[in-house]
């Protein structure tokens, strides 16, 4: 399994970043998908997340900011952030839901929102 997250930089506070997953995986569409995330000195977190069917599920602090999809054929993952703010800085990374604690996890993708 490889997972290859893109698109993150540096934004100012009220701006937008969309993010992509290449996912290499033969069981992609079997799987429910998330967007995590991990700030520095905190421990890394899920914040949205699609089931195979679609649903979606997010966390209160990007409700109504983010939303995340899937393209089942490119077996990509996009996270789109909108009115970004300074505590959404962090390294993000797209896996399963659930993650295993043997499962891989790629590079992720630096988002650093500041003015």
């Known amino acids: 399994v490889q997972l290859q997250a893109s698109g993150g930089g540096l934004v100012q506070p009220g701006g937008f970043l969309r993010l992509s997953c290449v996912v290499r995986?033969?069981?992609?569409?079997?799987?429910?998908m998330g967007w995590y995330r991990q700030a520095p000195g905190k421990q890394r977190e899920l914040v949205i997340e699609i089931s195979r069917f679609g649903v979606i599920k997010d966390s209160d602090s990007v409700r109504g900011r983010f939303t995340i999809s899937r393209d089942n054929a490119k077996t990509t993952v996009y996270l789109q952030m909108d009115n970004l703010k300074p505590e959404d800085t962090a390294v993000y990374y797209c896996?399963?839901?659930?993650?295993?604690?043997?499962?891989?996890w790629g590079q992720g993708t630096q988002v650093t929102v500041s003015s």
């Open positions: 896996n399963k839901v659930p993650v295993q604690e043997d499962d891989v």
């Open positions: 995986d033969y069981f992609f569409t079997l799987n429910d």
